[in-house]
């Protein structure tokens, strides 16, 4: 594309200033970079009722290896 040549063009009507502007509007906002949420903080209450250790035992004795300390 070279630097003469338009982005867009009107195919059909005739637009008005005030049209045209909220189309280039429209344009610029969903060309813009999505930015990333931010990680949302986990409190610290939170965060100690479920510790990172606290996996299931898998296997016969696995009800009773559930209950004892780790």
Do not use: H, Q
């Not at 630097?3 to 200033?17: K, M, S």
């Not at 939170?46 to 696995?62: E, I, K, L, M, N």
């Amino acid at each position: 594309m070279s630097a003469e040549e338009p982005l867009f063009r009107v195919v059909r009507g005739v637009p008005t200033a005030e049209e045209l502007a909220a189309l280039v509007g429209a344009i610029v906002v969903r060309s813009r970079p999505v930015a990333a949420p931010a990680p949302v903080a986990v409190s610290a209450w939170a965060r100690s009722a479920r510790p990172a250790a606290a996996t299931p035992v898998a296997g016969p004795a696995g009800w009773r290896a559930s209950g004892l300390p780790r």
